[in-house]
């Protein structure tokens, strides 16, 4: 039986309008989450009693006091869609240099303003709505849909999506995750990365004769130079992350209206996206200026672009440190493979099909040079997409808002798109 995708889409999306996203995106962006420290109580307070209040029944998942994790769903049976979203913000940072209070969540001027707004308030406002409006068509056009809104997306998600993906919260058919993307840009894939840390171990002596001892930091700076020659190494991505890297040009196009990023930064993003990066972030070393050092640690952050893998740059590393055993050493304190989603997958032709009827011309694939919560249920075989309201240009930056426009455009497509998604089940065709 054919299932009719523009009765049920256009009845949602009727009922989307109805909701004030905007306004709860405002609320949320005052419920704050700063992370760290990483209490998201009372943005998950929020959340589930306004999911309570329209009758969903929401699942707290708390694995430390305030680290709360709120899940919901609807229908049954497959395919499984989640609509995912993290309720923590970096800091506010400099008070200072905010031209308004940073969890004020004004809406002024088309925009809705404070910390969070782009990273991720106004995706999780998105997707609440969504959900909403789908719980009474879910159950006609059938399948299972999941409303997922995790802490600790901006640490790494040990207690957020890296938790519930151990225990299986997670599995799934399908993924949109409401990072910000812009309504025009759909995020396929992520590069891995490769956190390491270098210590050197040198022989104090007095300052006035360094040639007694044997200079730490002179080590550290040492190694640190030959790791930085991995920096722009270039990889051989498979076919289909090549053809989205080789579209990803047109992107300086959109830019700056559309990204909120001049064009010679999308350049930049463009170009590391299929490039090993290298940033030396931290440095520890030394007593005392008159003492040789006896040890010195520096931290990496290495990307890692699709067609290498951590283990790879790993096995790089350690042939590039100097060859003086005991001096220096090298630890791992994070490793997260490049992950992908295929454009030739349901769940992008759902998305960009949906999206061609809602703004009348096909998005943009891109990769994104950083990591999201992606990685976690990519690793797990569930097809995910990045795609939601907001600039990453503007994310953690100061005086951070996102565009009404973007919440209601991004809103409608992902609203769409999952009933297209959920209507392609057990082989039939919809009309």
Known sequence: MAIDIARFGGRALRELEGVDIAGLCSELVKAGGENPPGDVSEVA????DWLSERGHEARS???????VNILTQVGEGRPSLILMGHMDVVPAGDVGRWSFEPFCGAVRNGRVLGRGSTDMKGGVACIMAVFH?????????????????????????????????ERGFLDADGCFIAEPSTPYLAI?????????????????AHGSVPELGLNAIRLA????????GLHGREARPPSDVRDVLSGMEELVKLAPESLELEPEAIKAFVRACSRT?????????????????????????????????????????????????????????????PS????????????????????????????????TDAHYLRARGVPTIIYGPGSIGLAHSYDEYVLVDHLKLASRVLCLASVKFLALTGGETPS
């Open 188 to 204: 396929l894939g992520e590069r891995g990365l490769c956190w390491l840390r270098l210590v050197a171990r040198g022989r104090p």
């Open 340 to 371: 992908f989603t295929s454009p030739s997958s349901h769940l992008f032709s759902a998305l960009s099909s949906a999206a061609e009827e809602v703004m009348g011309f096909a998005i943009k694939k891109a990769i994104m040079p950083a990591c």
């Open 277 to 337: 990066t290298v940033n030396v972030g931290v440095i520890k070393g030394g007593t005392k200026v008159n003492v040789v050092p006896e040890r010195c640690e520096v931290e990496f952050d290495i990307r890692v672009p699709h067609g290498s893998s951590t283990g790879q740059v790993i096995e790089l590393v350690e042939q590039l440190l100097p060859a003086r055993k005991g001096e220096v050493e090298l630890e791992v304190l994070a490793r997260v493979e």
């Open 133 to 165: 409006v789908l719980s009474s068509v879910v159950e006609e056009v059938g399948g299972q849909l999941k409303l997922v809104l995790t802490c600790d997306e901006e640490t790494g998600g040990r207690f957020g999506a890296g938790f519930l993906a």
């Open 45 to 48: 307070g929020l959340v589930s």
């Open 61 to 67: 998942v708390e694995p430390e006091p305030g680290r």
């Open 221 to 228: 700076m040492e190694a640190t130079e030959s790791i930085m």
